[in-house]
């Protein structure tokens, strides 16, 4: 059995009210990918940095995932044609 290890690292800044993330996939091979997410307190809440950084970050690694389907159902299609994935 072959064992693999992809990492994904979070990059996280602020600005104002707003928190943004950028979390991107190294895969080993040639294979690089990224997704971005934001959080925007609101001004009349409190400013827990915690909870900017953990939306921005979901919103991110949900992007990748994304993006990350949409490499896969291209590689597919390029091996087999149109599926139903």
């Given at each position: 059995?072959?064992?693999?290890?992809?990492?994904?690292?979070?990059?996280?800044?602020?600005?104002?009210?707003?928190?943004?993330?950028?979390?991107?996939?190294?895969?080993?091979?040639?294979?690089?990918?990224?997704?971005?997410?934001?959080?925007?307190?609101?001004?009349?809440?409190?400013?827990?940095?915690?909870?900017?950084?953990?939306?921005?970050?979901?919103?991110?690694?949900?992007?990748?995932?994304g993006?990350?389907l949409?490499?896969a159902?291209?590689?597919?299609?390029?091996?087999?044609?149109p599926?139903?994935?």
């Open positions: 059995m072959e064992a693999k290890q992809w990492a994904v690292q979070i990059h996280i800044t602020e600005e104002g009210d707003e928190t943004f993330a950028r979390a991107v996939l190294s895969t080993g091979a040639a294979t690089h990918l990224a997704g971005v997410g934001r959080a925007r307190r609101n001004p009349i809440d409190e400013p827990v940095t915690e909870i900017g950084d953990e939306l921005a970050a979901a919103r991110a690694l949900a992007d990748l995932a993006r990350l949409n490499v159902s291209a590689d597919i299609s390029q091996l087999t044609g599926t139903s994935w």
